[in-house]
């Protein structure tokens, strides 16, 4: 495994996610938040603890990056398919799980999410395949 290529690849893919999905974060998210606040007050904070996210999201890119590196993906199209799907599939699951445990999110909600982590994945594995290309 080579540490510079999965290094540079796990960067570009933490600045691609973030700024791919600030867009949903203030639109989507945000409110519905504010409405899981509203509901759940003693259960929800009322801001996000971003340093535990930031954490959560760098091992997850950091996995992501390996798990493609693993699977072979080497073009932008390969990366973005599988970035879509992988991403699709993820919140898919923890959504349905958390669907089954609590009463936070409903299936609109999940549909919604499911088809942002889609785009988001699909455009962090597009630029993390590149930079597979570009940085071997």
């Keep these: 495994m080579d540490i510079k290529k999965i290094g540079i690849a796990?960067?570009?893919?933490?600045?691609?996610?973030?700024?791919?999905g600030a867009v949903p974060m203030i639109y989507f998210?945000?409110?519905?938040g504010a409405e899981m606040l509203e509901k759940f007050?003693?259960?929800?904070?009322?801001?996000?603890?971003?340093?535990?996210?930031?954490?959560?999201?760098?091992?997850?890119?950091?996995?992501?990056v390996v798990v493609l590196d693993k699977m072979g993906v080497s073009s932008i199209q390969e990366g973005?398919?599988?970035?879509?799907?992988?991403?699709?599939?993820?919140?898919?699951?923890?959504?349905?799980q958390i669907m089954s445990m609590l009463k936070v999110i409903d299936l609109n909600y999940l549909m919604?999410?499911?088809?942002?982590?889609?785009?988001l994945m699909g455009a962090s594995g597009a630029v993390i395949a590149w930079a597979f290309d570009r940085f071997k």
């Design 112 to 119: 919604v999410d499911v088809l942002m982590s889609a785009v």
């Design 29 to 32: 998210y945000v409110p519905h």
């Design 80 to 96: 973005a398919i599988t970035g879509a799907w992988y991403g699709a599939g993820i919140w898919l699951f923890f959504n349905t």
């Design 10 to 20: 796990s960067v570009l893919g933490f600045i691609t996610q973030m700024v791919v």
């Design 41 to 64: 007050p003693n259960a929800v904070n009322a801001e996000p603890d971003m340093v535990i996210g930031m954490i959560g999201v760098v091992i997850f890119t950091v996995l992501f």
